[in-house]
């Protein structure tokens, strides 16, 4: 198939074009390069730089006639949401409805957004959470993210477009930019680079579900076929504590360190933990790389980058 994949040079975009690229598909990348990077693209992949919510983008899909659209590209910011709301809207809300304009008017068969499975939900009424649980998102990005989703549902109603809504769990891995909203997991293993003392928001003990970006990249694979007319989570159902994340970084890499404490962070939920029984069911899809070993991944790209700077 054609697959247009947006936000394709960045961190997760990229590794689901390396998945898509694997598989035999020809792919075509737009990317604003705002905080992706040329070198995160695939060499068999086309990088086009365009911004989702430019009005030539229907232009590119009439010349290319993708089959399907995998959307990536989005402020993924909490923090960029309250400071700039609209910036965000702008972005996750007017530059998803540009797509799916695009895609309806070039006969896209089917549409694959990346959505929140954390800020969406917000403060969680039960643990683990699944595709039922109500949505009440506690920042602009997850309201965005989530309003994005409705669009892409509603146009599945409306024109017939066939779509699958990924909702991500926290995603970490190789090339997460720390010059963007870097994840926890990559902030601290700069800081472990660099030598110095992470900074841990709050007590620690608040708790995420870290999910590694190569088991994302392959949930996108199987949604090319399968989860028509669905949202799923996308996570380990584990929750790990900041406290313990830090524990276990310090455990693979040998080095270890004096955290520091800051204020908790306005927009984050307390608790997160996803319960992925539908993806499992539905698309035979489970989360296959344990902490330990995506933390271990992860510590040699940091590495092997700190290694190529010198």
């Known amino acids: 198939m054609k697959i247009l994949v947006t936000g ?5 975009g990229s590794h689901v074009v390396d998945a898509y690229v ?3 598909h020809d792919v075509i990348v737009v990317d604003n390069l705002s905080s992706g990077k040329r070198e995160n693209v695939h060499p068999a992949a086309r990088l086009v730089e365009m911004d989702i919510g430019e009005p030539n983008l229907l232009d590119l899909f009439l010349a290319e006639r993708p089959d399907v659209v995998n959307h990536h590209a989005a402020n993924p910011s909490v923090v960029t949401s309250l400071r700039q709301p609209l910036f965000d ?3 996750n809300i007017l530059g998803t409805l540009n797509l799916l304009e695009a895609a309806r008017r070039a006969g896209v068969a089917k ?3 990346s959505s929140s ?8 009424r039960y643990l683990p959470v699944d595709e039922t649980h109500p949505v009440n998102p506690v920042s602009p990005y997850g309201l965005s993210k989530y309003t994005g989703e409705r669009y892409v549902s509603l146009y599945g109603t409306a024109y017939g477009l066939r779509w699958t809504s990924l909702r991500y769990a926290n995603v970490y891995g190789p090339r997460q930019d720390l010059c963007g909203e870097a994840g926890v997991v990559a902030i601290f293993c700069q800081n472990l680079v660099d030598g110095v003392a992470p900074e841990i928001h709050g007590d620690g003990e608040q708790t995420r579900d870290f999910v590694y970006v190569d088991d994302c990249a392959r949930a996108n694979v199987l949604a090319l076929e399968g989860g028509d007319g669905q949202a799923y989570n996308v996570g380990t159902g584990v929750n790990t504590s900041i406290r313990m994340l830090l524990c276990t970084l310090m455990e693979v890499t040998g080095r270890i360190v004096e955290p520091r404490h800051g204020p908790p962070r306005p927009g984050d939920v307390r608790h997160s933990r996803l319960d992925c029984t539908k993806i499992k069911q539905e698309l035979g899809w ?25």
């Open 8 to 12: 394709g040079a960045g961190f997760i």
């Open 22 to 24: 694997a598989e035999g």
């Open 89 to 91: 809207a702008t972005q």
């Open 111 to 113: 549409f694959i957004y």
């Open 117 to 124: 499975g954390g800020a969406m939900y917000g403060h969680p």
């Open 286 to 310: 489970q989360a296959e790389i344990d902490l330990a070993e995506g933390l271990e991944r992860t510590w040699s790209y940091f590495l092997q980058k700190a290694a190529g700077c010198r």
